[in-house]
């Protein structure tokens, strides 16, 4: 929770999750560099969004552990937040990267015509706000857990009631 009020606020930029997302991002540079250099330069942030949301899918579906997978929903969302953070960064270009090389999003951002600073502002605003949204939706899903037994049976019969696909979500 902490996390999430510091990201959200803007009163931090960095979180220790930062230091396993830079990792997941530069392997995605490399493992979609075959596949032309927009890929490219998306792929980092595609593999970084892609290992917390598989591992959402994974627990939830091959494994059945909820708890586990709102955990990685959190970190999912976290990654939003770290993305919109380098999306803000691409006209100033002040961020340290890794190997001094391009700047993944002001190369994006010039190709697709709004590297304007109100449309990197917009965009990397609206990245973080969906960054916030799904961090909340997991620290919810996650307080679900360590609810009282009874509150929580209750819970789940009558979502799943309502919504029958959630039964998966909530045992």
């Known amino acids: 929770m902490w996390w999430t009020a510091r990201l959200g606020s803007g009163s931090s930029t960095w979180c220790f999750l930062d230091f396993v997302n830079l990792a997941f991002h530069e392997a995605g540079h490399l ?3 075959p596949f032309g250099s927009t890929v490219g330069y998306l792929g980092g942030t595609i593999l970084q969004l892609l290992i917390p949301g598989g591992l959402v899918a994974y627990f939830l579906f091959r494994r ?10 959190w970190w999912f969302g976290e990654n939003f937040i770290n993305i919109a953070i380098y ?7 002040a961020l340290p990267l890794v190997g ?4 993944d999003w002001n190369e994006l951002f010039y190709r697709w015509g709004v590297l304007t600073q109100p449309s990197v502002q917009r965009i990397s605003g609206a990245t973080h706000a969906a960054g916030v949204v799904v961090m909340l939706l997991g620290l919810v899903w996650c307080a679900y857990f360590i609810q009282p037994q009874g509150r929580r049976e209750r819970f789940r019969r009558r979502m799943a009631i ?8 909530l045992n």
Do not use: K, Q, T
């Not at 059945?64 to 929903?73: D, I, N, Q, T």
């Not at 999306?87 to 270009?93: E, F, G, I, K």
């Not at 001094?100 to 700047?103: A, L, M, P, T």
């Open 31 to 33: 493992f979609f560099s």
């Open 64 to 73: 059945s552990e909820p708890f586990a997978a709102a955990v990685c929903l």
């Open 87 to 93: 999306m803000a960064d691409a006209r100033s270009l």
């Open 100 to 103: 001094g090389g391009d700047h």
């Open 162 to 169: 309502r919504f029958p696909w959630s039964e998966r979500m």
